[in-house]
C-alpha cells in the first residue's frame, strides 16, 4: 500500500519496449515495490542524531543574538554570525539524508526491470528517462534474495576494479524488491547456459 506517484504500468512497459534493439525479444519483465525497500530507512539511525545535532549547534549558535543583553557586542557580531553561517550546511546535508529514503521510493515507483535474450536492464521514468543494462556475456555470479511471496532482489557481478585506496571493489547490477524474482534468476542462468 503506497501512495507514491508512479506511471500507470502500461506506460512504463511501452518505455521498456522502446528500449529494445531490432530483433531483441523481451523474456521477463518486473516493476519493483516500493514498500518493500524498508531497508533504505536505516540511514535514519545516522541521519537523525546527525540531523539533532545540527540544529542543536545552531541553537547554540544564535544564543548570542537571544541573549544579546548580556552578551558583548564583540561576540554577537563575530561568533553570533559566524558559528550560524557554519552550522548551516550541516542541517542542510542532515535533511537531506531524511529526505533519501523516500526519493529511493519514488524512483523504484517509476522503474522497470527487463530481462531480453541479450540483455538485463533498468528503465526509470522519473522526470527524464534513465536507462542502464548489462549483456548477458558480462554477467558473472548471481546471488537472490527471496521473500516466501517471490518477491526479492537479484544482484549480477558485473565485474571488478581496484578504488583510490587500492581496495577491490566488486560491481554489481541490481534488480531489488521485484515480483517472480526465482523465474528472473531461472531464466538468466538458462541463457548464460547457453552462452557458454
Partial sequence: MTTL????????????QRELLP????????????????AIFAI?????PW???????????LLPWMAS????????????????????PFIGIGLAMLWMPFKAQRKAAQTIYGLTDRRLLRVTACGKRESAS???????PIDVTADADGYGTLRVQTGTRVDSDGDK?????EVA????VNRLEGLLLEKQARIA
Fill in 5 to 16: 506517484m508512479s506511471p500507470p504500468a502500461p506506460e512504463l512497459e511501452a518505455i521498456l
Fill in 23 to 38: 530483433g531483441e525479444r523481451l523474456l521477463w519483465s518486473g516493476r519493483p515495490d516500493p514498500s518493500r525497500l524498508r
Fill in 169 to 173: 571493489v566488486t560491481e554489481r547490477f
Fill in 134 to 140: 548489462v549483456m548477458l556475456d558480462q554477467m558473472g
Fill in 177 to 180: 524488491a521485484v515480483p517472480e
Fill in 51 to 61: 540531523t539533532a545535532f545540527a540544529l542543536f549547534w545552531e541553537a547554540m549558535a
Fill in 44 to 48: 535514519w539511525f545516522f541521519a537523525v
Fill in 69 to 88: 543583553s548580556h552578551t558583548p557586542l564583540g561576540i554577537q557580531w563575530s561568533f553570533g554570525i559566524v558559528f550560524p553561517l557554519f552550522g548551516l
